[in-house]
Structure formats: C-alpha cells, structure tokens
C-alpha cells in the first residue's frame, strides 16, 4: 500500500468520486514507485461498490489518459487479472482538487507542500507542520523481528501526535479493504482534529471498535455516521462489547512480509499444490513470434530471451528447442501461475507491503521459526523448493532472517498437521464466540 500516492489521489481532481474511490483503491495496491497493481475487477467492484462495467469503463479511462500503464494484459484463463503500474510523472500533473487560495485541507490559509514518493513528509512548508502541531510522516516498511514467535500484532503506533494523521488515514481506509462509507468525500483534516481532542485511551478505543461499528450499522441498516462525527460524538462508546468480540473473531490481521504467519500461509498454500495450469499448443509459434518482434528493437535482448528458456539459436536462423522444452516450460508456468496465492504473498513481499488474512491465521506464527539469510538450513529450503517445483523466496533484500516452519524440509508434514489443527481449532473457537 502507498500511502504517498494515496494522499496524491486525494488531493487531485479526477473528476467523479467512483473515479477518486477506484484511484485510491488502486494505491492501495502499489509500492511507492506505483507498480504492482493486479486486483480483478470484481474484487474493486466490491470494495468500491461500483459495478463492474463502470470498473471496466474507469480503467480503460485511466489507461486512455495515461494514469495507468498496462504492463501484462490478464483473462488468458479465468480470474487472471490484468496488471497496472501508475505513471507516476501523470500523478505529478493532475491537478489540484482545492485552489492554493484554500490554503490547507480548505480550511486554513497555509500553503502545504504535497506528498510524493521522493518526499517523505507532506504538509511541512512550516517548522509546525500544515496544522502547526502535526506533521504526515510516510513510516519505512517494518521487517520482521528476529525474536522467536515474533506478532505482526505488536507493530500498533504508539500515541504520538506525529502519526495522528497516519492513524487518521488508517481508521479511513481500513486495514481489510474496508474504507469508511462516505470517507472520500469527508474532510479528512476535520476528522483529525476531532481525533486529537480525545483522550489516548479514546483514540485506541474508536481505533478498535471501528470495524464493529461500521458492521452494526450494517446489520441494523442504517447509515454510518462520517468518520470526524464518529470522533466527535465518540460513536465507539455505543458499540457494544460482544459486538466489538464478534468482529474481531472475524476481523483481518496484517501480515509483516517473511514473517512468521506469512510464511505459515505461504507454506500451507505450497502444500495444497498448484492449480491446474497448462502449456497452449502453438507455445514454440508464441515464442518464435516474440524472439522476432524483440529483434526487431534489440538483438541481443531477444537472443538473451531465447537463453533463458534454453533454446538455441540455429546457423540459418531457425530455433533449436531442447527435448524437454515442454515440461521445463510446463513447470515455469506452474511456478509463475500455479501458486496464485503465494505468487501475491511474493509480489507484495517485493515492496515490503503488507498483506492480509484471517484472524485465526495468527496461530500459524508459533509453528514457525526464523532461519538467518544464507545459511545451511536457508539453502536446503532453498533445493527443497527447487525439488519440490515451488517458486522460491523473493529476495529479501538486507534482511537477516526469514521464517519458515520449524523443523526444516524434514518436518513439513508435522508443520501440516499442527497448522490445520490449529485452524481448526480457531474457526472453533470462533464461531462459539
């Protein structure tokens, strides 16, 4: 997720609130660069309650205009989305939903300096900040600790009036892709200083019982309040507590990129094995159609391609294929597509974003343990992987350990067992709440 682009969004005038609630949806996302963006359209369609032909329609707009690039096109098979990245330097162009003349959120006459992904702080023109007392910090990535039994859970911001607003931005966005109702066209600065008037126990309190509220209302049909009045008029206060149980029994945790819980879900998704993937019949046609159209702009970028699928370029220009071109090429497409689940836990692990799950999947955490970069049991996982045909680790970067159930290669399957007995047990315990 990106913060920095989000808070950009927000800012510009895009025309419509469908095209502003899909953009930031959009962020949401995206590394900080504004790349990795595949959603399929039914889930935005959901989280933005917009239909899916008007999803459809705003997409093709942003491509249209530039806001979004198309970097692989999906529906080759079913639920294949299509993959986006921002341009960032269109971002940088749109303009401004407010005039300068509104000064700050609209509200005070100070100037205020925008968000980007080169600036870490926004609304700092000033040494106080755009509301003389806060500042948007854009907090770095959070690796894993490298104690044993390490919670994603224990990462909650201290009470800081520094990251007021980030926290501010959390309770309007939700931590389960699940913005508040009505938020995009709220003024957020209000709602912050309706947050900073209550007491820290309050903050915590309407930070907790967020979700539950918004899910009574649900229940009983009726429309949520906006989130500034939800603070001032301290809403939280009237959620009951078996309510706020209840939600939580089914609320969504963050999950800390090679993390213990991440690499719990991630394992157990390798052990249910890939989905069905197969290798079209004109794949040597496919390939010799792409070698030319890349040596047509690059020689040596289009031989290289050939180099690594192993083909051989012939004296009199033709391909040379190795004999087991189609199970090599069968089990790429596996290792690529074929663990749908783990290839996005990879590809938010890329941007160090975090994902999301499951309450119960916390109890995933004690069943695994953190194995230092490059050592021993690190590459037998490595050639176990390799063996097994499961796509290996992204690169952790300066990260000196990475989880990965206890025991090594050898006790995957007591890992199996104790991980589903312990699902079990929490989807138990939780519908008995």
Partial sequence: MSIAIMSQLFK?????????????RLADFADDDGKGIWPTVGLLAQQTELSERTVQRILSDFVS????????????????ATRYDFNMAAIAKLRSSKSVADGCHGVTHDTVSPVTPTTERGDTDDADGCHRDTQTVIEPPIEPSEREGAREGDLKDQD????FAQRVKA????????????AIASSTAWALQQFEKLTPEERRMAEERRDAYLAECKAQKVKNV??????????FLDVVPSAVKAQAATAAIGVAPFGPVWAGIRALALIDGPEPVEVPLDVR????????????VNEARAVDYLHRKGIQLGADGRLIFPHDFDQAEHRRRVMETGFPRVNDLHS???GRERSTAEARFDALAPLCEPVPVGSELFERWRAHHQEAGWPFLPDPGSMPVVY???????????????????LRQERSDDHAA
Wanted: proline residues 7%.
């Fill in 348 to 350: 938010r692990a890329k």
């Fill in 12 to 24: 510009a005038h895009l025309g419509s609130t469908g095209r502003k609630m899909l953009a930031v």
């Fill in 171 to 182: 309770l309007e966005m939700g931590r389960a892709n699940n913005p508040w109702p009505g």
């Fill in 285 to 296: 046609e496919r390939i010799g159609q792409s070698f030319e159209t890349l040596r047509r």
């Fill in 160 to 163: 800081d009036p520094a990251k």
């Fill in 226 to 235: 906006a989130l500034g009045v939800y603070l001032r008029d301290k809403k």
């Fill in 65 to 80: 205009e530039g806001l979004l690039i198309v970097v692989r096109k999906g529906g080759s098979k079913p639920g294949e």
């Fill in 404 to 422: 990965f159930p206890k025991g090594g290669p050898e006790g995957l399957h007591q890992f199996e067992i104790a991980a589903r007995a312990a």
